[in-house]
């Protein structure tokens, strides 16, 4: 797998950018507050459909920007894939492969996978299990689409128990629905 080209639009601090790869090796270097870092964010957001970094893609927007452009053309599988993410402040982002729209990140994972270590990944040690189990899920979703898809079954499923529970007190009608919750959740 290869990334021969990232182009950006509005993303971050990028008003403008386009960056050829070299196929071997890359280094990217640069003063402090530069773009290096949101270089390597875009080309995560481009294959797993989520940033390590924002929790909402309006974070990626520039400040000035109503929407950003993330583009890459990657060679992976023995073929050429254009990758490409919209980004918008007042509505739904746009992903697409090759100009096919598509609907889940594990679909951009399918296309290429990446690996990013950032400073912050240290607290994988002393955060404890949840951090792992994070780190382990993201892993996990760009390898096996099925289990990303289980999992936000699942994350779907955990949040509506978790609301009904949370609101049980003032409508007690709502815990018969609970054992179904409890059901899909072992089944995902």
């Known amino acids: 797998m290869q990334i021969d080209r990232l182009e950006l639009e509005g993303f971050r601090n990028y008003a403008r950018q ?10 990217v270097c640069g ?6 870092t949101n270089l390597l964010e875009a080309v995560a957001y481009l294959s797993r459909g ?23 053309r990657v ?5 050429e894939f254009k990758v490409q993410a919209d980004l918008f402040r007042g509505r739904r982002r746009k992903l697409t ?5 598509v609907k ?7 296309v290429y996978h990446t690996v990013l270590f950032q400073p912050e990944d240290l607290f994988l040690i002393r955060d404890g299990a949840a951090a792992r189990r ?23 499923a955990r949040e509506q128990k978790t609301r009904i529970l949370r609101d049980y007190d003032q409508r007690p009608g709502l815990l018969e629905a609970l054992p179904e919750f409890s059901e899909q959740m072992v089944r995902l």
Do not use: H, W
Request: glycine share 6%; hydrophobic share 35%; aromatic share 8%.
């Open 50 to 72: 989520k940033s390590p970094r924002a929790r909402t893609d309006r974070e990626m927007i520039g400040f000035q920007e109503e929407s950003a452009r993330l583009l890459a």
């Open 97 to 101: 492969v090759n100009q096919v729209p």
């Open 104 to 110: 889940t990140n594990a679909a951009l994972g399918d």
């Open 18 to 27: 386009a960056a050829d790869f070299d196929p071997r090796c890359n280094v």
């Open 75 to 79: 060679y992976s599988r023995d073929r």
């Open 31 to 36: 003063e402090n507050a530069q773009g290096k």
């Open 134 to 156: 994070r780190f382990l899920d993201t892993a996990l979703c760009q390898l096996r689409p099925r289990y990303a898809a289980a999992l936000a079954g699942y994350e779907r």
